[in-house]
């Protein structure tokens, strides 16, 4: 995946704004508000990651896609994995750097 323009302009300021909240959680709740702050991103990311195709209230619309998937051409199934990885890889950071947060958060929390 190569970087854009906008990639090398918004790293800086979303690392910054990571950086800012880290130290925030760490200033105002100690390793524990940083573990509970990594909770919240694990949620947030396995909640995205069930629901990758889509929120679905009821179970009908989860056949509908499996059946619309089936019927799909081999072209069509690997753009579609294709897009879907895509779209997923920024998950996969978050939830890398969730993982990060509560070992770093609660381990420091409990031996300290």
């Known amino acids: 995946m190569r970087f854009t323009k ?11 704004l990571a950086i800012g909240v ?10 524990f508000g940083l573990g509970l702050l990594g909770l919240v991103i694990a949620f947030v990311t396995v909640r995205m990651d069930l629901e990758r195709d889509g ?3 009821e179970p009908t619309v ?7 998937r089936e019927r799909m051409t081999r072209a069509e199934k ?3 994995s ?3 990885q ?3 890889r920024p998950l996969f950071v978050a939830q890398i750097v969730a993982t990060g947060c509560i070992i770093l958060g609660f381990g420091l929390h409990f031996l300290l």
């Open 55 to 57: 929120p679905s209230p």
């Open 62 to 68: 989860l056949v509908e896609q499996a059946r619309a």
């Open 22 to 31: 880290f130290y925030a959680a760490l200033r105002l709740l100690g390793f």
């Open 78 to 80: 690997a753009a579609f």
């Open 82 to 84: 294709s897009a879907q």
């Open 86 to 88: 895509w779209r997923l």
């Open 6 to 16: 906008w990639d090398y302009l918004a790293f800086p300021v979303f690392a910054g």
